[in-house]
């Protein structure tokens, strides 16, 4: 069965530079969620889109912003990186907005130096 | 944030059943989800509640009482490859607030 897609998997970036994370969500799931997780932290909740409009937003910095696309993809945006954005980036998708339940991608490793 | 405990770390020999337990105080409550996450990987479903009482899913089950702010997630037979950080996780306003997780080490 198809999954959520994350890319890239690994990127590398140094500070005050941008990075852009994509995320495919499992076909017709129409509700995308991004979340940051720490080294030994447990996942804190960015933003969230239903239906290609915004539908929450959490803990997520001013530098950065997110979208989501007609196809319902959703992308990323960091601005003006700072060490202490190195982290995991899940992307989760669900069905509806509802979240009965909500399943992951693989994640996208972001370290910046 | 949301008020949701759950221990740090239990240990278990192969075989044995473990339970863990996930306190919470929210409002806007939605249903509470648990989680294995092993190190450097994407959590994974492994159960939903929304109504009070136990699901059970294979070796794995969950329980949920409202009233009482309070889940446990139910591992039996345990096997070594469940050895990972099990997440609690709630659902308010229809999103995802996680516990800081349980490491479950599964022991030979």
């Known amino acids: 069965a198809a999954g959520v897609i994350q890319s890239p998997r690994h990127l590398i970036k140094e500070k005050r530079e941008t990075a852009t994370l994509k995320c495919y969500p499992i076909p017709r799931h129409d509700t995308v969620y991004w979340y940051q997780q720490g080294p030994g932290q447990d996942p804190q909740f960015l933003i969230s889109f239903y239906e290609k409009m915004q539908s929450d937003k959490g803990s997520i910095p001013d530098r950065f912003s997110a979208q989501q696309f007609s196809d319902y993809h959703s992308e990323l945006n960091m601005s003006s990186l700072e060490l202490g954005d190195s982290a995991l980036y899940f992307c989760?998708?669900?069905?509806?907005?509802?979240?009965?339940?909500?399943?992951f991608g693989q994640g996208t490793r972001l370290t910046v130096v | 944030g949301q008020n949701i405990d759950q221990p740090t770390e239990m240990t278990a020999t192969e075989g044995a059943i473990v339970q863990i337990n996930c306190t919470y105080q929210t409002s806007g409550f939605n249903g509470l989800f648990w989680y294995q996450q092993h190190a450097g990987e994407a959590p994974t479903f492994l159960s939903y509640?929304?109504?009070?009482g136990l699901e059970e899913k294979g070796r794995f089950s969950s329980f949920l009482s409202r009233s009482k702010g309070y889940s446990y997630l139910l591992l039996k037979e345990l096997q070594m490859k469940d050895s990972a950080s099990y997440l609690c996780a709630v659902s308010v306003d229809y999103k995802l607030s996680f516990g800081a997780g349980t490491t479950v080490t599964v022991r030979a």
């Open positions: 509640n929304v109504l009070d």
């Open positions: 989760a998708s669900s069905l509806n907005v509802m979240n009965t339940e909500a399943f």
